[in-house]
């Protein structure tokens, strides 16, 4: 076993918590993404859309030993870009 696959078996999701992100990011986006996929239905040149979040689950999936052995580290520009976006 070597020690990337150590990391990433000691490292689990806490799928609680993803979930009611998940939930409630959708929630706060129901508008958008009702119109979204109105738009979808409709115009036959976007409907390829249904199949973006389905094949980028795949991609994240695929690469979830490498997401996981990634150690988080604090990095100040996002912040900048948060006091940008609050200026406007």
């Known amino acids: 076993m070597t020690a990337a696959s150590e990391t ?3 490292a689990r999701l806490p799928w609680g918590k993803i979930a009611w992100f998940g939930l ?3 929630a706060c986006y129901a508008p958008v993404l009702r119109s979204l996929a ?3 239905a ?4 976007m409907g390829h859309g249904f199949f973006v979040p389905v094949i980028a689950g795949y991609i994240v999936w695929q690469q979830r030993n490498e997401l996981l052995a990634i150690k988080p580290q604090p990095n100040w ?3 900048a870009v948060v006091i940008l976006g609050g200026c406007n």
């Open 8 to 10: 990433v078996r000691k």
């Open 24 to 26: 409630l990011t959708m």
């Open 38 to 40: 109105n738009q979808w």
């Open 42 to 45: 409709s115009n036959p040149d």
């Open 77 to 79: 520009w996002g912040l």
